[in-house]
């Protein structure tokens, strides 16, 4: 079994002789960490999980930091590959296996003072296939 995990921490301030001297850069998550595991159940027969959280950040385009931060949010993936001994594989997956809901994109409209929302998709579920040679 094979452990990762990935720890990212971002400065998100504007520092420089900038308008918005002070303010976080919208639209960027100060931490994102993420915590995985892949299991090799055979040597042909590989299963994998991992975690993602994402923190806290301003909507894309709100350089004052006028609107409230979005939710922080963690999402779950996992996959199972079958590798044959003739260089096919096999693989499928679950994304965002419990069914997290939140938005991918936050866009705020300074000039209107309106914010869109683009949903991140839902449970999603994936098969495919590969050929190596």
Known sequence: MKFFTILEYKEREYK???PHKGNEIPGISNLTYGLG????LTS???FNIDSLYYGKSYAANDFKNETSKSNSHFVTNTSLRYNFSNGISIYGGINNIF???YCDYIMYDPSK???KYTAAPERTY???GEYKF
Do not use: M, P, Q, V
């Open 113 to 115: 003072s309106t914010t």
């Open 37 to 40: 595991a892949t299991y090799e």
């Open 16 to 18: 420089y002789d900038y």
């Open 99 to 101: 069914n997290e809901l």
């Open 126 to 128: 994936y098969i495919g």
């Open 44 to 46: 042909k027969f590989i």
